[in-house]
């Protein structure tokens, strides 16, 4: 604990954390100690951790990485961090994200942008992490966590995973409670770990994981034992290769990658199959519609009174809710709330949500069907390897681009997985995505395993 909270304050330049809590991590790593003096202690006994801070964390500030929040201290935790210290695992403190997780470079943060440790060779310029859990994935990429803490609305797992080199998982929606993160799309939200191995990954979620009362989305399922699998054979299985995910203009590096992939599982023993997933063109424009819709609900809460930020000039209470949140969120979030909304007023309910949610039933429908014939779907994580702070971020539609390949899981509530599998010409890293049916996490890691 103390080697990572010194290195965490020598890698302050990269801005990963909102928050360090050193002396509680000082006293869980003194009760870890404790514990395995006696041989006692859990799955993540004395484990440094990291922890989005979307997670809320009792007696903890917790940002979201939004002014509106200024001062919120939960005085809960969320169930996923309460699993992980069940488990004996040590906070080391809060990480830097895009407000309310709404982004894919962490630009949106108000806390600033974080600083991806890696570097195009030769080239000094500052990249992004990926987002929207850019914190997680630059504190696990520079080793200033063990793992991390993580949620994926529509690919903000995978993707800043797959642009630091570590590994990201997004759970079966369902799997993983939510009760205490705070909410952006409720219908897609998902916490999963990003961590340095697949087998660290694996631990994580087993720990992150299982039934919630708290929770009504949340399964009543037992959680199998994500590291018994890896290393069990591949041979016989199935794996889909979508021709959809072969996109105009990609990167020859990102094709050469998918290639190698298809060897790796061949290798294996498994046979590929072409498959045809035709509505993945419409998945972008179906979650940017349904993903600011439920923001713009779920973002109504933040109104002055409850939490956080007050507005200081007000006449009456009208004003003081519309200048609270004027000043409280940020340009990306007011965008989200202004396409949320007008998607659901009257009028244009049925042209645009409804619609999107018929379109996103016809999206789990192909999944589903794919999967009658395939136990795993192999992809790339993401369109590009990782790009310049700055480059995208004048111009949504750009950024939006980068969830291409991962927010067709988050429509249908798939399990995916970004595992690192090589590198760009200049010497950045690229992942892999696999995709599975849902509550298959097992056969999801096996496959990550045969590609790490
Ligand atoms: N980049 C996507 C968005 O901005 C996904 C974010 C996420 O998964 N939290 O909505």
Redesign the pocket.
């Known amino acids: 604990t103390d080697a990572y909270l010194a290195r965490i304050e020598k890698a302050k330049p990269l801005n990963a954390f909102i928050t360090t809590t050193a002396d509680k991590a000082r006293d869980m790593a003194k009760a870890s100690d404790t514990k395995l003096a006696k041989g006692e202690g859990g799955d993540l006994e004395g484990v440094p951790l990291g922890i989005k801070d979307l997670f809320c964390t009792e007696g903890v500030l917790t940002t979201a990485a939004s002014h509106i929040l200024d001062g919120f201290t939960p005085r809960y935790e969320s169930t996923v961090t309460s699993n992980l210290w069940r488990d004996g695992a040590v906070c080391l403190g809060k990480l830097n994200l895009d407000e309310f997780?709404?982004?894919?470079s962490n630009e949106t943060s108000f806390y600033g942008n974080v600083i991806n440790p890696w570097r195009r060779e030769g080239d000094d310029t500052a990249l992004t992490p990926g987002?929207?859990s850019g914190g997680s994935s630059a504190a696990v990429a520079a080793r200033l966590c063990a793992a991390a803490t993580a949620?994926?609305?529509?690919?903000?797992i995978r993707q800043p995973a797959s642009l630091t080199n570590t590994v990201g998982v997004k759970p079966t929606y369902g799997r993983v409670s939510r009760w205490g993160i705070v909410a952006?799309a409720s219908s897609l939200d998902q916490a999963g770990p990003v961590a340095q191995d697949v087998r660290d990954a694996a631990v994580m979620l087993k720990s992150m994981a299982g039934p919630d009362p708290k929770d009504s989305t949340c399964i009543n399922r037992p959680v199998p034992d994500y590291e018994a699998v890896l290393g069990q054979s591949l041979k016989g299985m199935k794996i889909g290769v979508p021709k959809e995910y072969r996109l105009d203009g990609m990167p020859e590096e990102i094709e050469k990658l998918w290639a190698q992939g298809i060897d790796w599982m061949k290798d294996a023993g498994c046979e590929i199959v072409d498959i045809s997933l035709p509505m993945t063109k419409y998945a972008l424009p179906v979650y940017y519609i349904v993903?600011p819709a439920e923001a713009s609900s779920n973002l109504a809460r933040y109104d002055g009174v409850k939490y956080g930020h007050r507005a200081k000039d007000y006449t009456d209470i009208l004003s003081m809710y519309e200048n609270t949140r004027a000043e409280g969120f940020g340009d990306e979030v007011k965008r989200r709330i202004l396409i949320g909304t007008y998607v659901l007023s009257a009028g244009y309910y049925d042209a645009y949500y409804l619609r999107a949610q018929k379109v996103r039933k016809k999206i789990f429908d192909e999944f589903t069907d794919a999967f009658s014939k395939v136990d795993l779907i192999l992809t790339p994580s993401t369109p590009s390897a990782a790009f310049a702070l700055g480059e995208k971020s004048d111009d949504p539609v750009q950024m939006y681009l980068?969830?291409v390949f991962t927010v067709t899981g988050n429509l249908a509530g798939l399990p995916g997985a970004s595992v690192p599998a090589g590198y760009d010409k200049q010497g950045l890293p690229l992942g892999l995505q696999l995709l599975a049916r849902p509550f298959d996490e097992e056969t999801m890691f096996k496959g990550m395993y045969a590609i790490e």
């Open positions: 997780a709404m982004g894919s987002g929207s949620t994926d609305t529509g690919g903000s952006f993903a980068n969830d």
